[in-house]
């Protein structure tokens, strides 16, 4: 086989430049510390790499959304707190409006701190977040979660939000809702529970007042009937000089026979009845359907009762226990919505311990894969420059030959 002047030169420079080019790449690995400069160093790598750089690119956007979501449950929390005092305080003023010893004028002033809890409480209820948005109004956040309507016939503090929750992706597997609805911590709070007369027989007086609201919610969640109004109506009669007895009038049924003096006030289930009359006759009363109330129209309702100079005590009192129990319901809603942002807040911090746990083992996956060893590079650097000097000197003595070298 016969080699010409052409190929030993063209092998020569050929050798050359694959040791230039395999060093090139050894330097482009120390100088960037990537093991893979192309797809074509390792296939199958570069996928790995491709699919665990999109997993931590997930997880630091996973880490934003946690981020977002804590400090929007923090404010919520602070506002919930700063609801929770103002109630407080208007609790204090209100047993403070109890007392047998405050005249209208006392009444009056304490209506006016009331009246301003009520427009503080007003305005935290209608809070917006760093994004402008409101935070209680559900899926409506561009719009107030509450309005004020003064001339409305009924309440004049409503809601006109949603219900809806705005939920945030917090891992691959789990949204967490970013925030409560007015509707669930402020609007669904149910007034206190009542009942009334609703007709009677024969008797010359007849009153009642519930004087255990205990004893008479436990009585009215148990007995009322929303679907069947007949079945909320019971009967309170005479049987001799000295008893009655109290049925239900749909069934029947006696439900109790209780010692009676005719305008002696006797007690059922929390009620206290004050009847005057003689036997066979009867008072019939009824479970008034539950009613709900946000806070705001609680305090309103209560600083109406407050100025109205002209109000009866028996009127006065009702609003005045009206307005307890709205508040105690309220305080029992504040508190329930802040239990579940502490346990939204521990999830999410869960969770976000656990991104950070998969993001560590992503980027050490991943590092293993792409990333250059330096010790082995050097090594490998020290080696292809060796062998393009030894090419270089190959090259210069190939093409060095000539026929007068050969006879000389």
């Known amino acids: 086989m016969r080699i010409s002047t052409g190929q030993l ?15 090139s790449d050894v330097q482009r690995q120390l100088a960037s510390g990537k093991k893979l400069l192309r797809p074509s160093d390792d296939p199958v790598g570069a996928a790995q790499v491709i699919r665990l750089t999109e997993e931590i690119d997930l997880i630091a956007q996973y880490k934003k959304n ?39 004028d006392d009444r009056k002033a304490i209506s006016i701190e009331i009246e301003q809890i009520r427009d503080q409480v007003f305005d935290l209820m209608n809070t917006r977040n760093a994004a ?17 309507n003064q001339s409305a016939a009924g309440n004049k503090y409503s809601f006109q939000g949603d219900s809806g929750a ?7 597997t789990m ?29 010359t007086d007849a009153s009642l007042n519930i004087e255990q609201q205990g004893a ?15 079945n909320n109506d019971y009967q309170v009669t005479i049987i001799a000089p000295n008893q009655v007895e109290v049925s239900h009038v749909a ?10 003096g005719s305008g002696v006030p006797f007690s059922f289930e929390g009620i206290r009845f ?45 609003a005045l226990n009206d307005a307890l129990i709205g508040v105690d319901n309220s305080l029992t809603s504040i508190g329930n919505a802040t239990s579940v942002i502490g346990g939204r807040l521990n999830v999410n911090q869960a969770v976000l311990g656990g991104n950070l746990d998969l993001e560590i083992a992503n980027k050490t996956a991943r590092s293993s894969i792409e990333e250059v060893d330096y010790a082995e590079a050097v090594s490998e650097l020290s080696r292809q420059e060796a062998a393009l000097d030894a090419a270089l000197a190959t090259f210069a003595r190939v093409t060095g030959t000539s026929l007068f070298d050969f006879i000389r």
């Open 9 to 23: 030169y063209d092998r020569s420079i050929q050798a050359v430049l694959d040791n230039q080019g395999d060093l």
């Open 66 to 104: 946690s981020n977002i979501l804590t400090n929007n449950m923090e404010q919520e929390e602070t506002i919930l707190s700063s609801v929770t005092t103002a109630v407080n305080r208007a609790r204090v003023l209100m047993v403070q409006a109890g007392n047998g010893i405050v005249n209208t």
């Open 132 to 148: 402008g948005e409101f935070i209680f109004a559900g899926t409506q956040s561009a719009s107030p979660a509450f309005v004020l």
């Open 166 to 172: 705005n939920m945030i992706q917090i891992s691959s």
């Open 175 to 203: 949204q967490l809702q970013v925030n409560n609805s007015g509707k669930e911590v402020f609007e669904d709070v149910l007034a206190r529970l009542k009942t009334s007369i609703s007709g009677s027989v024969g008797v």
């Open 216 to 230: 008479f919610d436990k009585f009215h969640k148990a007995n009322y009937d929303a679907v069947v109004p007949a």
């Open 251 to 260: 069934s029947g049924n006696v439900l109790q026979t209780i010692d009676f």
């Open 274 to 318: 004050d009847i005057s009359g003689t036997t066979g006759d009867t008072v019939n009363f009824q479970l008034e359907a539950p009613k709900k109330q946000n806070i705001a129209e609680t305090l309103n309702n209560f600083v109406i009762a407050l100025k109205n100079g002209n109000i009866s005590q028996t009127a006065y009192d009702v």
